[in-house]
């Protein structure tokens, strides 16, 4: 007799191995079969240390995966339980070996495994006897006859039944919706942990641009490898897209401020020059893309409209203005159907949807998940799926490039009878977020990029000459000190969560909730309330002002409909200095506002276009700030001579004065990266800390402050950034 099934019960949970499934009470919490799988090794050795290669035997057998696949269920199963990888209760990570059950288990046998065998149907039953033979009873024919009709009757309802169930379990299966789409495995690709957004696909190689400031095309085997630089002979090219037979490439280029778009040939890299002033805005490499035959390509202008033209550079014109708020919010990823009829877009963290001659131009998904930004949609190439990013508000889209999405898929599917599902479905969960979805050539894999965000947030020793954790490591930034150096606030990252301290890290106080993400803190000079950048509800950047000790934070400018960011106080308290913009994706022309506390006055500084993130000087004498255009430079502005100086060629970022006002601290993240001080009047710039093969990280690509003792404090990237290749199933 074959072994009942078994029954394990653990915490709140049992688990039925013969019903493949776990309760918790009487809720039953869904987990994928391999995960269940996984689960059931260790229920079955509990206490025990099951190593990594046992566990991919038992559960994927002959099935050629990697340990990604094993950690990926293990992951799945600890969030369906509810346990902690850091604190475990039940499943235990043993580094480098495997997983061990640590929760005491009771085992029970499922009594509801046995059925009792029946009878053969064909076993002959002994007729009773008498001493003359077999005792039978002669029945009257019209006893048959009602008999058979009896008989007949009953066979006739049983076959009518029978029809009915059939006919029903038929409608049934025809109207019940088709099987959802999931993602089955995980496959790294790349393993280097540098920054690097994939654009598109020739079915042999992943194209990607290296986040190196400037951009580099790279490539990439799909099935994985060495990221090699794929050479471009233009000014500061970015890859936006490529045809559907692989022969051309569109590439964005960028010489003196100039932005051009080009066809190149795959191989030979032969140039054409299809247009100049296509708009670049923040995301380069989604603001064209070819149509599925390669003959068109749409594209933003450089006023924010939607263009069509010939792959020749002919023909252009416009396909629709821009949506709602298009002039002042980034926007991008055109991309058409596979059948060439429609094209799709993101516009204000919504998708949009119009036909290709640019009519019927429409909201997606106008109702789904309105406090959540869609983004950067593309089809299967059979159209079936309609894959995207779903995202809560991480910062702004103002020059905030880490992911915080995970990936959905649109079911469009049009099968006989059964419905696709109406509503989109998650593809995606857990620790590592993803950035823009690249389908295959196949539409059998995903490629994305796939992140874990960690920092660390350290201090410069000038004695040793090292950088240092400091307040323990504390994954943080926008460290900003009181007035008499005895607190701090900080934001963790990437949770965004703005905090109050001791300047030693002791007695941290919350300050705020999401989903509002502080960045840019300025504490007042009386020490009494704290400045800060955060997105609006409408992903537009405000600036808000919040008590140190705690309470709502206040939008300071409500009525003003530009862009504002990066405050600062005057050095007694009664002004404000900050940036403004009416747009900032289809020409970002900041300027530098003063606020006028005691009446709400705002004034413009003079000849200020361009410039922003402006820091007051201890003094009140200057103001400190960046330059954007054709040239970027630190630059200052006198008070008393009313002029503007660019004292710093090239980019830099985070300006920061000094306590005593004699010297600019400033981060140069590339061209011989590094921290630098140089004198409000000019001269040589001063390198104070060597950044060479340094990782930086934050929300806004890094972060440099100062120490009340004009310490450098810095945030060192300690997560992942890889590429990884999703198996996309619709089983």
């Known amino acids: 007799m074959a072994e009942n099934p078994l029954v394990f019960r653990f915490a709140e949970f049992e688990v039925r191995e013969r019903e493949f499934s776990i309760l918790k009470g009487n809720t039953?919490?869904?987990v994928e079969p391999r995960a269940f799988q996984v689960l059931l090794v260790l229920l079955r050795n509990p206490q025990k240390v099951i190593t990594k290669d046992k566990l991919l035997n038992t559960v994927w057998d002959d099935v050629e995966v990697t340990d990604n696949s094993?950690?990926?269920?293990?992951v799945k199963l600890r969030q369906a339980l509810g346990d902690d990888a850091r604190s475990p209760r039940l499943i235990e990570t043993v580094a480098k070996v495997g997983y061990r059950f640590v929760c005491p288990v009771e085992v029970l046998e499922d009594a509801r495994g046995g059925v009792a065998p029946a009878e053969p149907a064909d076993t002959p039953t002994e007729l009773p006897r008498t001493s003359k033979g077999p005792l039978v009873k002669t029945v009257p024919a019209r006893a048959r006859g009602w008999a058979g009709l009896v008989f007949g009757r009953r066979w006739l309802l049983a076959t009518v039944v029978a029809v009915v169930g059939l006919l029903a379990s038929a409608i049934w299966y025809l109207h019940r919706p088709l099987p959802p789409p999931r993602v089955t495995e995980y496959t790294q690709i790349t393993h280097d942990d540098r920054h690097k957004i994939p654009v598109a696909t020739d079915g042999a190689r992943l194209y990607l641009n290296l986040d190196h400031q400037p951009y580099r095309p790279a490539q990439v085997a799909v099935s994985g490898g060495e990221v090699t630089l794929f050479p471009v002979q233009l000014p500061n090219p970015t890859l936006a897209d490529v045809s559907a037979d692989g022969a051309s490439l569109l590439v964005h280029s960028l010489d003196s401020g100039r932005a051009s778009l080009w066809s190149v040939q795959v191989p030979g890299g032969s140039l054409r020059r299809l247009l100049d002033g296509v708009r670049l805005g923040s995301y380069p490499w989604s603001s064209a893309g070819?149509?599925?035959?390669?003959?068109?390509?749409?594209?933003?202008?450089?006023?924010?409209?939607?263009?069509?033209?010939?792959?020749?550079?002919t023909e252009s014109h416009k396909l629709v203005s821009a949506p709602h708020r298009l002039s002042t919010s980034v926007s991008g990823d055109v991309r058409w159907s596979p059948d060439g009829t429609r094209i799709r877009f993101t516009q204000d963290h919504r998708l949009w949807e119009m036909s290709s001659n640019g009519s019927g131009l429409h909201p997606l998904l106008p109702d789904w998940h309105p406090s959540e930004w869609q983004c950067c949609g593309r089809w299967t190439p059979d159209g079936r799926f309609f894959v995207f990013l779903l995202s809560k508000q991480l910062a702004s889209n103002l020059g905030a490039v880490v992911p915080a999405a995970q990936i959905w898929a649109l079911d469009e599917r049009h099968g006989f009878l059964r419905p696709a599902h109406p509503e989109p479905v998650q593809l995606t969960s857990g620790p590592i977020r993803w950035d823009r979805a690249i389908l295959s050539t196949d539409g059998e894999k995903i490629f994305s990029r796939g992140v874990i965000l960690r920092g660390e947030l350290v201090r410069f020793d000038a004695q040793s000459r090292q950088l240092q954790p400091y307040l323990s490591g504390i994954s943080a930034e926008f460290?900003?000190?009181?007035?008499?150096g005895k607190s701090l606030a900080y934001v963790t990252y990437p949770e965004g969560i703005l905090w109050r301290a001791n300047r030693d890290g002791s007695n941290p106080i919350q300050l705020t909730d999401p989903p509002i993400y502080p960045t840019l803190l300025r504490w007042s000079p009386d020490g009494r309330q704290i400045l800060f950048t955060a997105s609006d509800s409408e992903g537009q950047m405000k600036i808000y002002i919040l008590p140190s000790e705690g309470g709502k934070p206040q939008m300071l400018l409500p009525s003003d409909n530009r862009w504002q960011f990066d405050p600062n106080w005057s050095p007694d308290g009664r002004k404000i200095v900050f940036s403004a913009s009416e747009t900032v994706s289809t020409s970002f022309k900041p300027s530098i506002c003063i606020l006028e506390l005691s009446n709400g006055q705002v004034t413009d500084i003079p000849k200020s276009q361009y410039r922003y993130s402006?820091?007051?000087s201890p003094d009140g004498q200057y103001l400190a700030g960046l330059k954007t255009d054709s040239n970027s430079s630190l630059t200052v502005f006198d008070f008393k001579a009313q002029q503007w100086s660019d004292i710093q060629k090239g980019e830099v970022g985070f300006p920061t004065w000094s306590h005593d006002g004699k010297f600019i601290y400033f981060l140069r993240p590339v061209d011989d990266p590094g921290v630098y001080r140089i004198r409000p009047t000019?001269?040589?710039?001063?390198?104070?800390?060597?950044?060479k093969g340094f990782r930086f990280t934050g929300v806004w690509r890094y972060f440099l402050g100062l120490d009340p003792e004009d310490t450098p404090l810095l945030l060192r990237d300690t997560g992942t950034d890889d590429i990884f290749a999703l198996t996309l199933d619709e089983r």
Do not use: C, H, Q
Request: without cysteine; glycine residues 10%; proline residues 6%.
């Open 28 to 30: 039953s919490v869904p």
């Open 290 to 313: 070819w149509s599925p035959n390669g003959k068109l390509l749409a594209y933003y202008t450089s006023d924010g409209d939607i263009n069509a033209m010939r792959s020749d550079g």
């Open 614 to 616: 402006t820091r007051w």
């Open 682 to 691: 000019g001269g040589e710039a001063e390198r104070v800390v060597d950044l």
């Open 70 to 74: 094993l950690t990926r269920s293990v």
């Open 479 to 484: 460290v900003t000190f009181s007035p008499d």
